[in-house]
């Protein structure tokens, strides 16, 4: 059984850069792939970034692939960030951290079915 619980939201204007938490307690925490996934009501949610158990191998949704979110971990502190820079009001959302429990040959996966765990959600808002 493994706990998430997300922190570092917040609302902003555009153009701030804010910082992601997911901090993980229980399982073994190098064996999951992370990622974080954001919604707005009435949407589906939406994979935004993943990062490898290997903690080399990510993978970004096309709506950041301008470089402005980076995906970190530390597993140490059995953490998991997202740095996101230069934010737009599109951005505004609940963002939700998951751990997806895989082997090595396992790619980053993107559906949100495909996730065992989450954490509750922090709530993003920029505005214009």
């Known amino acids: 059984q493994v706990q998430l619980v997300e922190s570092g939201g917040g609302s902003v204007q555009a153009g701030v850069s804010l910082r992601l938490s997911c901090a993980a307690s229980g399982g073994t925490f190098s064996r999951y792939t992370m990622a974080w996934f954001r919604q707005v009501p009435g949407k589906e949610r939406e994979f935004v970034v993943g990062?490898?158990?290997?903690?080399?191998?990510?993978?970004y949704a096309d709506s950041v692939k301008d470089g402005r979110f980076t995906i970190s971990r530390d597993n140490g502190k059995r953490t998991v960030y997202l740095q996101m820079n230069s934010l737009k009001p599109e951005d505004t959302a609940v963002y939700y951290c998951?751990?997806?429990?895989?082997?090595?040959?396992?790619?980053?996966?993107?559906?949100?079915?495909?996730?065992?765990?989450w954490g509750q959600g922090t709530q993003v808002t920029v505005s214009s």
């Open positions: 998951a751990a997806d429990n895989v082997i090595l040959t396992t790619p980053i996966r993107t559906t949100p079915a495909e996730y065992e765990y």
């Open positions: 990062i490898h158990r290997n903690g080399r191998t990510t993978s």
